[in-house]
């Protein structure tokens, strides 16, 4: 019995550790900015658990009757969720929520707090969308990944960003050393032309760039290198050109 309830505490405190573990990866609650993304991230998290119902309201205590199990039984779920929100925003909005009694109160609380008017949330995102300049500091899935969390962010919003809007506006923004092959994406077949491929395309583009410029660099030090070479001695004695010093 003894060996029995030992394992049982050694079972519960590894679950403990694994969901610790599995919450630390997730994207914390940090600004307005960041919530479209965390309330994603913790919908997700909650379904895959089975406990969106305690989130969202639509299983609250007061149905449960006056069964102590279902009430026992709600009571821990609702706990769980709570654990969830608290380990997944940063320390300075915990305030937000210490007097919160139950998981509803705490994410309606954040979300009332966060979520930005949806039309000025819409517009500012639209504006960032459409303005985005290629940061030549970064790689090229970096900027493509700014494009595509841009249009994710819109899309929580119900706003219609799809595949065609995101790959006009990525072959947009292209630097001047990948129009060659805005050309030659636009002259590829209908069936052909998907983000997929036009991400694919432009990874294996950038690897091609950079070769080629390493390349190019190559010659032009073997060039001057060469140019070097062939200059004449001048001789430090006499001034003349064609024989060095010791040769006088």
Partial sequence: MKKKGEDRRRITKKMAITETEEVTHLPELKDADSFPLWDFEIKILMRAKELINIVDG?????????????IRKWKMK??????????????????????????????????????????????????DFYNFKYDKTKDMMMNISHVQNIAFKLRQLNQNIDENMIMTEITTIL?????????AWDSMATVDRTLDNLVARLMLEEVMCKMT??????????TVTKIKSKTPFKCFNCNEIGHAQINC
């Fill in 213 to 222: 410029t390493k390349e190019e660099e190559s010659i032009a030090f073997k």
């Fill in 58 to 70: 639509s299983d609250l205590l007061s149905d449960q009757g006056r069964d102590e199990e279902n």
């Fill in 78 to 127: 609702d706990a769980k969720c709570q654990y969830y929100i608290v380990r997944m925003i940063e320390k300075h909005m915990k305030t937000h929520i210490v007097t919160c009694t139950t998981v509803k109160e705490m994410y309606d609380t954040l979300k009332q707090i966060y979520q930005r008017d949806t039309s000025q949330q819409k517009s500012l995102l639209l504006q």
């Fill in 175 to 183: 630097p001047e050393d990948y129009k060659h092959f805005s050309t």
